[in-house]
């Protein structure tokens, strides 16, 4: 009886999370689950649930989250080895062995998760009108890109995702976007110019520039990244016909501008800021932060966005931007970039920021157990095939082992 006692318990997690079944993704400002969007997965991504849907839930986490599930996974590992009988184990050569084999397991697979080019959920919009966009991605010309990572890899990552354009917003250098277009000409996902300024403890994600900003003169202090700003803010020769559009990134404002800063950028022309950013720093940000952010926005009339921050490590992306646009197919990359910029700066409101449901803790005790939480949360989003899935990877090993012929004495 005793090896049934851990599938008989997973199996009552499981049927207890579809009787609290919660929709996977939910709009970031509101909170609530999206009507015009859904989520659809490759069926490898069935198939192996009990890894995808680890390695997804992760790849949108805080640094705090990876932390925490080092701590768990071998806290867990230790409780299960210590409740082994006694008959099995004791053994320095087997305890020895069992642990480089948990070490090389978990090596494989947070490589698989990062790397790999696995099964990954994409977005897909009810509305054909609808354009399903990212603000703030890398390739390998940015000195923290991954090598390789060019703009065809970024291209073909975002199409898997689900996204129908997104803004290559390489540190401090442009020019990406623009060898897409030239090689790959107005085809989907369309790869649109931007980039990622460094500044005075702040980046700034331009979209919309056609040429390189220097950014050196105003990085070396805050007043002059302020002036910096006032000046794009006017430029329109920058762009296609009207200034770019100026977005404080994730976790900078947070950590190095918060509070009368965040004011003074807003007030020097920041037209809209990331509230949500899969990078493990960025999801740091606390939740009641995050709610004053968007507060905020939108006594300001500014925009808030999501941003997947791909820099080629990290696979599944957890944050998305909708929004209606008539016609888009049909636009050119130059027309459809004024056109979103536009929507942007003009009617903030008409994006609509999607994200992976996920627990976010306020107070130190709930983020202790953040991650703990955020997996029965991952078992409340898992849908009919997912939890199938899961059942047979829970229960054929112990089958098959009841199968075994018992020694004989």
Not at 165 to 173: R, S
Not at 183 to 190: S, V
Not at 247 to 258: A, F, Q, T
Request: charged share 20%.
């Amino acid at each position: 009886m005793r090896g049934w006692r851990v599938p008989l318990v997973i199996t009552a997690m499981l049927v207890a999370a579809q009787l609290f079944r919660a929709g996977p993704i939910v709009e970031v400002v509101s909170g609530a689950p999206p009507d015009h969007v859904h989520l659809a997965y490759p069926f490898l991504h069935f198939v192996f649930a009990p890894f995808t849907l680890l390695a997804d839930y992760l790849n949108g986490g805080s640094a705090t989250d990876l932390k925490a599930f080092g701590i768990w996974a071998v806290v867990i590992f230790l409780l299960a080895r210590l409740g082994t009988p006694a008959s099995e184990q004791k053994r320095p050569i087997r305890e020895l062995r069992a642990g480089v084999l948990f070490l090389i397991g978990m090596g494989i697979f947070l490589w698989w998760g990062v790397r790999w080019t696995r099964p990954i959920p994409h977005l897909v919009a009810d509305d054909s009108t609808r354009i399903i966009f990212d603000t703030h991605s890398h390739t390998s010309a940015s000195h923290d890109g991954r090598p390789g990572f060019d703009a065809a890899a970024n291209a073909g990552w975002h199409a898997r995702a689900g996204f129908d354009a997104a803004f290559i917003t390489d540190h401090n250098v442009v020019g990406a976007a623009r060898q897409w277009r030239q090689e790959r000409a107005e085809r989907p996902p369309r790869l649109l110019e931007g980039e990622e300024l460094s500044l005075a403890g702040l980046h700034l994600v331009v979209l919309g520039n056609r040429r390189l900003i220097d950014n050196a003169p105003a990085a070396g202090s805050f007043d002059s990244t302020l002036a910096l700003i006032r000046r794009m803010g006017r430029d329109s020769s920058l762009g296609a016909g009207e200034p770019p559009y100026l977005i404080g990134s994730l976790p900078e404002y947070w950590r190095n501008h918060w509070g009368e800063d965040l004011g003074r950028l807003i007030s020097a022309g920041v037209n809209g800021l990331e509230v949500w950013t899969t990078s493990p720093k960025a999801m740091d940000f606390p939740p009641a932060l995050r709610r004053v952010v968007i507060g905020r926005a939108k006594a300001d009339s500014i925009g808030l966005v999501g941003a997947t921050d791909m820099h080629g490590i990290g696979y599944a992306a957890s944050v998305w931007n909708v929004a209606p646009l008539s016609g888009w197919r049909a636009m050119s990359d130059s027309t459809l970039t004024a056109a979103l910029i536009g929507m942007l700066r003009r009617s903030p409101g008409a994006v609509h920021v999607i994200a992976m449901r996920r627990v976010q803790g306020d107070s130190r005790l709930a983020r202790a157990f953040e991650l703990p939480a955020g997996l029965w949360m991952v078992l409340r989003c898992a849908s009919l095939p997912h939890t199938a899935a899961l059942l047979l990877w829970i229960w054929i090993p112990p089958l098959l082992r009841s199968r075994r012929p018992k020694p004989t004495a």
